[in-house]
């Protein structure tokens, strides 16, 4: 088992890494629209937010050896099922392989995030990380 950390995502605002990778699968938190440079939420709606998350999802992804091509599972969280079909258009340019998921609204996300998405990914052939 090994922790993930890159510097091209967000820091962990709590007691946990950005990912873990074990038996050849990626496990990431929840990635939330941190501004992985400032700490700052992305300005603007649901699209601008969603585009923050995947943009910090596929460095993780990549700094673990793997890319949303390999999605297994993803998990997406949002403050309101109101913003479910603009959030679905951002997220259907990222995972195009159509991974299996869930997506559910929740009472509240950390920092007011309007979104909150987590994947689980299969190491990409060829990039096995060193545990």
């Known amino acids: 088992m090994k922790a993930i950390y890159t ?22 938190s929840g990635q939330i629209p ?18 923050r998350i995947m943009e910090n999802l596929g460095a993780v992804l990549r700094a673990a050896g793997s ?12 403050s309101d099922m109101s913003l479910f079909a603009d959030f679905n258009a951002v997220y259907a340019r990222y995972f195009t392989t159509k991974p299996a998921r869930s ?11 309007l979104a909150e998405v987590e994947v689980v990914a299969e190491l990409a052939a060829g990039r096995v990380v060193k545990l």
Do not use: W
């Open 7 to 28: 510097p091209d995502a967000p820091e962990a605002v709590g007691p946990y890494s950005q990912a873990i990778v074990s038996g050849g699968m990626v496990y990431t």
């Open 34 to 51: 941190l501004d992985p440079a400032t700490g700052a939420m992305a300005e603007g709606g649901i699209e601008e937010q969603a585009v």
């Open 67 to 78: 890319d949303f091509r390999h999605a297994v599972k993803v998990n997406c969280y949002l």
């Open 103 to 113: 997506c559910v609204a929740v009472k509240e996300l950390p920092k007011g995030a």
